[in-house]
């Protein structure tokens, strides 16, 4: 860029409203000397020199009317491109002002996408907090104490044999109407066992000792030489029960064990009072009585 009068800055686009080389201003005339004599040179471009001739069709000429051909006056010389503009206006800051608003959106758009990212990766981390929460609880490792050495409970078993009193070997029992005690078949218990019962009259008496008036069971260890059988009309052999006396007690079945040494236990209900009590074991009449009798005892109710 040249210097222009008194040091101050030449404008580039003084030769629009300034005479040419040798031109007085507003006359065509010469410029006075030192006036306007440096080149010009236009902002942007490479080209120095003055401004091209203006064209000035012919007075009458309808030319005026009509397109000039060549470059347009005042406007820059063919080939050479206008420089850009520089400053807040024109297209260059309109183009910045209309992108404000998209990258405002853009700016919005990661926002909202980083926040569900964030949801996402919370609510992920709470479904792992509640499948840890809910896994089972590892069970705890076994006691290593020694055993107890407690001794066992001394409780009967829930199926114990009823309390038994008055345990009596049918030998020793008070004999009557032809019953005898007898050896001769094995696997009895005490001294041997009592037969010839088989005859009316004969019998086995016992005495007891109720702890209470009650009802008991009488229980009898006897051999049938009958056959065994589980049949419903299986073989059997009855006697009567009496207790102190009384014959209401009715007849004791007493079925066949398969032999006189393979002793089987029978049993009938009983009542009897407090203190001492007879009781007895009959052949009366409807009897029949081919057994051989080992002992007899009398326990609580069998029910």
């Given amino acids: 860029m040249t210097v222009g009068t008194e040091g101050e800055p030449e404008d580039p686009y003084g030769y629009l409203y300034r005479p040419g080389p040798g031109e007085a201003q507003g006359s065509g005339q010469a410029a006075p000397a030192g006036f306007g004599t440096s080149p010009y040179v236009q902002v942007g471009q490479t080209?120095?020199?003055?401004?091209?001739?203006?064209?000035?069709?012919?007075?009458?000429?309808?030319?005026?009317?009509?397109?000039?051909?060549?470059?347009?006056?005042?406007?820059?010389?063919p080939g050479d491109v206008p420089p850009p503009r520089r400053g807040g206006g024109g297209s260059r800051g309109g183009s910045r002002g209309s992108r404000g608003p998209v990258v405002g959106a853009v700016v919005a758009l990661v926002v909202v996408i980083g926040v569900i990212a964030a949801v996402v990766a919370m609510n992920?981390?709470?479904?792992?907090?509640?499948?840890?929460?809910?896994?089972?609880?590892?069970?705890?490792?076994?006691s290593s104490a020694p055993p107890s050495s407690a001794p066992p409970s001394s409780a009967p078993p829930s199926s114990a044999k009823p309390t038994t009193f008055g345990e009596t070997e049918?030998?020793?029992?008070?004999?009557?109407?032809?019953?005898?005690?007898?050896?001769?078949?094995?696997?009895?218990?005490?001294?041997?066992?009592?037969?010839?019962?088989?005859?009316p009259?004969?019998?086995?008496?016992?005495?007891?000792?109720?702890p209470e008036k009650g009802t008991y069971s009488l229980y009898v260890r006897y051999a049938n030489p009958e056959p065994s059988s589980d049949a419903k009309d299986r073989p059997k052999q009855m006697m009567t029960v009496l207790a102190n006396g009384e014959a209401k007690y009715g007849q004791l079945n007493m079925y066949g064990t398969g032999g006189v040494d393979k002793w089987w236990t029978t049993y009938r209900t009983v009542e009897l009072k407090k203190g001492e009590n007879t009781v007895s074991l009959a052949c009366q009449a409807g009897d029949t009585c081919n057994v051989t009798v080992d002992k007899m005892w009398v326990a609580e109710k069998q029910n």
């Avoid at 009259?201 to 109720?210: E, L, P, S, W």
């Fill in 47 to 77: 080209r120095y020199g003055p401004p091209p001739p203006q064209y000035a069709p012919p007075p009458g000429s309808d030319a005026q009317t009509q397109a000039i051909p060549g470059p347009v006056p005042g406007g820059p010389p």
């Fill in 124 to 142: 992920g981390s709470g479904d792992d907090k509640k499948d840890t929460a809910e896994s089972p609880t590892p069970t705890a490792p076994a």
């Fill in 170 to 199: 049918a030998e020793e029992a008070q004999l009557q109407g032809g019953a005898r005690m007898e050896a001769t078949a094995g696997n009895f218990s005490g001294a041997g066992y009592v037969g010839g019962l088989n005859s």
């Fill in 201 to 210: 009259g004969a019998a086995i008496t016992v005495t007891f000792d109720a």
